[in-house]
């Protein structure tokens, strides 16, 4: 069955480094979103993605961070100057499109970034 | 402001026991309600997807409920097992808003002894 993968499961980082975390979405989705879960808290929004631009971002999602597509399998997040708060695992999720079933939103393993 | 609630935070049940799990919404204008299961460390597992035009959906020992008026949402687990055990979450879709994200609650820890 298709899966969204994620990759590496686990970054460490020295504070103000930057980060690249890849995701590859199930490969006919056509939405993506990225986000996030800092230990014992709620599942929170960073930002959807559609027609290769962003669609929706949440305030967490400010300019450290950022979004690309650059092929046609790959899915990024990158986050310019890491901050000890912006540890937490990441998580992508892809939808297929819009109408009835295919809202659902499929998740990814998740990368667990840790920042020193 | 959306806030979605999930009580209780843990549960624990011997095995066999048939169980609900409740989540509630403040702000009744829902797309569609998501549940999810989390393995400790792992990623979000969908388990169940319902349409705001929806009542129920059911797969296999799950059963979900939408009362989207009363903003409530239960998870219905039959003859649980030892494999049941996670943190199931709910998340909720608003109508009233341009983009499609998620927002989720804290969750439920079931855990479920042998």
């Known amino acids: ?116 | 402001k959306q806030e979605v609630t999930q009580i209780p935070a843990a549960l624990s049940v011997p095995e066999g026991e048939n169980l609900v799990l409740n989540c509630s919404f403040t702000d009744s204008a829902i797309y569609n309600l998501q549940w999810f299961r989390q393995d400790p460390g792992k990623g979000l597992t969908s388990l169940l997807l319902i349409q705001s035009s929806q009542r129920e959906q059911t797969s296999g020992r799950l059963n979900a409920s939408l009362d989207k008026s009363s903003g409530r949402s239960t998870l219905y687990i039959a003859a649980s097992q030892p494999g049941d055990s996670a943190t199931y979450l709910c998340a909720v879709r608003l109508v009233n808003q341009a983009g499609t994200a998620l927002i989720f609650g804290k969750g439920t820890t079931l855990s479920v002894s042998s």
């Open chain 1, 1 to 116: 069955e298709p899966e969204v993968t994620q990759t590496p499961s686990h970054q460490v980082t020295q504070m103000g480094q930057e980060v690249i975390l890849r995701c590859v979405p199930i490969s006919n989705h056509l939405y993506f979103y990225w986000y996030r879960q800092i230990l014992g808290q709620k599942v929170e929004f960073l930002v959807s993605f559609y027609n290769n631009e962003i669609s929706e971002k949440s305030e967490i999602f400010d300019d450290q961070f950022s979004v690309e597509r650059p092929d046609g399998s790959n899915f990024t997040l990158k986050i310019r100057s890491t901050k000890l708060e912006d540890s937490a695992m990441y998580f992508c999720a892809s939808r297929k499109t819009a109408g009835g079933s295919y809202n659902e939103q499929f998740f990814g393993p998740g990368t667990r970034l840790t920042v020193l």
